[in-house]
């Protein structure tokens, strides 16, 4: 019996390297966020910090509606609950900047209480700002929008946009009806683009009636994990490029988190199809939809698909143009993270490992090269 | 290279095509607002009868028209009847990707008598 020890990745592969991480996740409890939100709401997210929680499921706060029986001798679940614990946990994986998304609050989308969500969504990026940005080198983070009420988003984005060590808005995307390319959302969109912070998309596994749909039809979470993610972000895309997003945004950088890489040439090609049949009903698309797509969206690896031969890994990240458009991420510290060795050790030209590893998501998100490896 | 007669103008009034056999080749012959344009009936997409398709205009949507839908181009756009793909008769693109586009044969009117080149 072997065990694994996870090291960082060699020196010599790293000296000339800065390793982004494109999403990491910092444990957003209630009890964490209670001293941050507008007085109303303070007692509720004190009860709900008394209560037991499951992972990633906190009726009221993370409605993640799980139906299945914990994992029979599963891994216990990690959570990160420190800007030192952070930088420690990335340092240990040799990874030197980080990119902030939440835990528990992946599941904001289906918060139905407007007012509850809005206080929510101010009260994480507050937090975020004050309890992690400031503290460790090589953390920055991505502001939580709130689709419940796209105006007060809006004006939210704007407040942070200034702040150096925001880089992005996090699009919550598991549960949110209608689909992020409805136009009820230009608004977080108009602002995202005019602060010139990138969207990001990130899915979660959830049972809701929104897309992805009737993942309760499925006997165990196996099935629910599989499709929850790379459907939310397939269905999202769709929805994206239905409504014309990229043509009536054409500054916007979108990116799409936690659903691998391999969907990706094939929603290339699927909508490349249909639109040369269907093009009058998108006449605002001037080009096909894969030429939005290898322009302004990229794509982070975790969870990377692991085929028996990477070298059909390797090729998959060519069809869509991925030198350019693929950011590592490593989804530290949840149960289905990726090792940046997962991706070092892919058969790809050096100058390809070093845009993919980091150079992509600095200039994606116009963050300062450091001067020396912070990890 | 040859030049065939395909017929009086009197037959290809404006606003309409018609498809003719030249040797082995059929070709849509089109009179869009009075200038006659000739693309072979065959899609590049799957290999369709492109020409045998309906003329009509398409939809435009963009900072221009308020991001509203507008109709454009009445007349100038043929759409393949198998896969309803958009082609500009005027010059032979596919509207919807730079990597289709069909040829176009030269035409002429020669006493009376439109005349297409192969």
Known sequence: ?375 | MAEHVVGPVADFPPGTHRVVRLGRAEVGVFNVGGRFYALPNVCPHQYGPLCKGSVTGTTACSAQTGWRFAWVREGEVVACPWHGLEFDITTGRCLASPRLRVRQYPVGVIDGQVTVTL
């Not at chain 1, 990119?99 to 929510?120: G, K, R, S, T």
């Not at chain 1, 040369?276 to 698909?305: C, D, G």
């Open chain 1, 1 to 375: 019996m072997t065990t694994t020890v996870m090291r960082p990745p060699e020196r010599h592969a790293r000296d000339a390297m800065v390793i982004v991480d494109a999403d990491v996740h910092v444990d957003d409890a209630p009890g964490q966020l209670a001293p941050y939100i507008d007085r109303a709401w303070r007692p509720s997210l004190e009860a709900l910090a008394g209560t037991p929680a499951r992972y990633l499921d906190i009726p009221g706060y993370a409605p993640g509606m799980k139906l299945d029986p914990p994992i029979p001798g599963g891994q216990a679940n990690r959570s990160v609950r420190s800007a030192a614990e952070m930088r420690e946990g990335l340092s240990a994986l040799g990874i030197d900047i980080g990119v902030l998304f939440p835990d528990h609050l992946l599941l904001f989308a289906p918060i139905p209480n407007i007012e509850y969500a809005v206080a929510l969504s101010h009260a994480y990026n507050r937090w975020l700002l004050a309890e992690w940005l400031q503290e460790e080198p090589g953390l920055y983070g991505a502001l939580l929008a709130c689709p419940q009420d796209p105006d007060d988003s809006a004006r939210e984005i704007a407040r942070y946009a200034a702040e150096e060590k925001v880089v992005a808005v996090f699009l919550p995307t598991a549960g949110v009806n209608p689909l992020w390319g409805h136009r009820r959302y230009d608004p977080i969109l108009a602002a995202a683009e005019a602060a010139n912070l990138p969207v990001l998309l990130h899915s979660v596994t959830l049972v809701s009636p929104a897309f992805p749909c009737q993942l309760d039809q499925f006997e165990n979470h196996f099935a629910r994990q599989v499709l929850s993610h790379s459907f939310a972000m397939m269905a999202n895309l769709t929805s994206l490029i239905h409504s014309g997003v990229p043509a009536r945004f054409p500054r916007l950088k979108i990116g799409f988190t936690e659903a691998g890489v391999a969907w990706v040439p094939y929603m290339m090609w699927r909508m490349d199809k249909y639109f040369l049949e269907y093009r009058r009903m998108v006449p605002f698309l001037e080009k096909r939809p894969s030429e939005y797509m290898k322009e302004r969206m990229w794509f982070a690896t975790q969870p990377i698909e692991e085929p028996d031969d990477p070298r059909d890994l390797a090729t998959t990240i060519g069809l869509y143009g991925g030198e350019n458009r693929t950011l590592f991420a490593s989804d530290w510290p949840h149960h289905d993270f990726d090792h940046p060795k997962a991706i070092l050790k892919l058969p790809l030209p050096e100058a390809t490992k070093r845009k993919i590893m980091g150079e992509n998501a600095l200039e994606l998100f116009g963050i300062p090269a450091p001067a020396a490896n912070l990890a």
